[in-house]
C-alpha cells in the first residue's frame, strides 16, 4: 500500500509540474550546446551534457512548482485549472515547497559544476523565474517573462561550453523568446473571460483574441528571420535551412489551428505542434553538425 502511495505521490508531482512540457524548452538547451561547439571546434564533455540536462530539469521544475504553489488559489477558482493537484489537495503546500527547493538546489549545484559564470548568473535566472509567477497580477507582459525564462535555456547552455555570450546563442535565445510568447498568448486565450473577471493581465486581455492572435503570427515570423539568422555558422546549411522550412510549416498549421471563434483545437496547437517544433529544429541542427 505504501509503494502504491509513493508512486501516486509521484504522478501527482509530475503533473504539478507538467513535465513532459519539459520538451519545449529542453531540445533548445541542446541546441544552445551544439552552436557552442560549431563555433569553439570542441565537442562537450559527458559530464558537461550531464549537468546542463541536471540545470535543465531543475530549472523548470523549480519554476513550475514555483508557479503552482503561488497560483494555488487562482488556479483554485479557475474552472480549467480546479482539479490541478494542489487545489485537489493531492500534492499539499508543504510537499509542493519541498519539491521546488530540491529542484532549485539541483540546478544552483549543477550550475556550480560547470563553469564560475553558470553559477554566478544562476541567482539573475532565479528571480526571472520568481518574477514570472507573479507577472500576470500587474502587467501585460507575463508572457515575454516567460520567453526570457526559456531563452536562458540555450544561453545557459553556451555559457555552460564557452563561458561567454556570442551573437550566435544570443539569435537563438531571442528566438526562443519569440516562439514561447507567442504560444503562451495563444494558451492565455482559453482563460480570456476568467482573467478578465479577476483582473488579472494578459495580451488577450490587453487586446483582444483578434489582436493577439495578429501580435503572435509577427512574433513567429520574428522568430523564423532569426533561426535564419544561424546558417552562417560554420557547420549548419542545406540540413539545417530544411529544418527551418519544415519548422515554418509547422508554425503556419499552429495558426491554421487557432481562431478566435474557434478554440477546441488549441491543446493540439499548444502541446503537439510546439514539441514537434522544438524537437525538429534541434535534430536538423544535430544532423547538419555531425554531417
Same mark, same amino acid.
Given at each position: 500500500m505504501q509503494?502504491? =502511495?509513493?508512486?501516486?505521490?509521484m504522478v501527482a508531482l509530475l503533473d504539478m509540474i507538467?513535465? =513532459? *512540457?519539459?520538451?519545449?524548452?529542453?531540445?533548445?538547451?541542446?541546441?544552445g550546446m551544439?552552436?557552442?561547439a560549431l563555433t569553439s571546434g570542441q565537442g562537450p564533455t559527458f559530464g558537461q551534457i550531464f549537468w546542463?540536462?541536471?540545470?535543465?530539469?531543475?530549472?523548470? =521544475?523549480g519554476a513550475m512548482g514555483l508557479n503552482r504553489i503561488i497560483d494555488a488559489r487562482i488556479d483554485a477558482a479557475n474552472p480549467r485549472t480546479a482539479d490541478r493537484p494542489i487545489p485537489t489537495g493531492r500534492v499539499s503546500m508543504l510537499e509542493a515547497w519541498a519539491f521546488v527547493l530540491v529542484a532549485f538546489a539541483l540546478m544552483l549545484l549543477a550550475a556550480w559544476m560547470l563553469?564560475?559564470?553558470?553559477?554566478?548568473?544562476?541567482p539573475i535566472a532565479l528571480f526571472f523565474l520568481f518574477l514570472y509567477s507573479w507577472c500576470k497580477r500587474f502587467t501585460a507582459l507575463a508572457h515575454i517573462v516567460l520567453g526570457i525564462c526559456l531563452?536562458?535555456?540555450?544561453?545557459g547552455a553556451w555559457i555552460a561550453l564557452r563561458g561567454d555570450v556570442g551573437w550566435q546563442v544570443a539569435a537563438l535565445g531571442l528566438a526562443v523568446l519569440l516562439w514561447v510568447a507567442g504560444f503562451d498568448i495563444f494558451y492565455a486565450l482559453q482563460d480570456l473571460e476568467f482573467d478578465r473577471q479577476a483582473g488579472l493581465h494578459s495580451i488577450p486581455v490587453k487586446l483582444g483574441p483578434e489582436k493577439a492572435i495578429q501580435l503572435?503570427?509577427?512574433? *513567429?515570423i520574428g522568430m523564423v528571420i532569426l533561426l535564419l539568422t544561424l546558417l552562417s555558422v560554420p557547420g549548419l546549411g542545406l540540413i539545417y535551412f530544411v529544418g527551418v522550412l519544415i519548422v515554418t510549416g509547422?508554425?503556419?498549421?499552429?495558426?491554421?489551428l487557432v481562431r478566435p471563434d474557434d478554440l477546441s483545437r488549441l491543446d493540439a496547437a499548444f502541446f503537439n505542434m510546439n514539441g514537434y517544433i522544438s524537437v525538429t529544429i534541434f535534430l536538423f541542427t544535430l544532423t547538419d553538425a555531425l554531417v
Open positions: 509503494q502504491v =502511495s509513493l508512486a501516486g505521490k507538467k513535465f =513532459s *512540457h519539459t520538451i519545449f524548452a529542453f531540445p533548445f538547451a541542446l541546441m551544439i552552436l557552442a546542463i540536462c541536471v540545470a535543465m530539469v531543475g530549472a523548470r =521544475s563553469n564560475p559564470l553558470c553559477f554566478k548568473l544562476a531563452a536562458a535555456a540555450p544561453i503572435v503570427r509577427w512574433l *513567429h509547422l508554425l503556419v498549421y499552429e495558426h491554421l
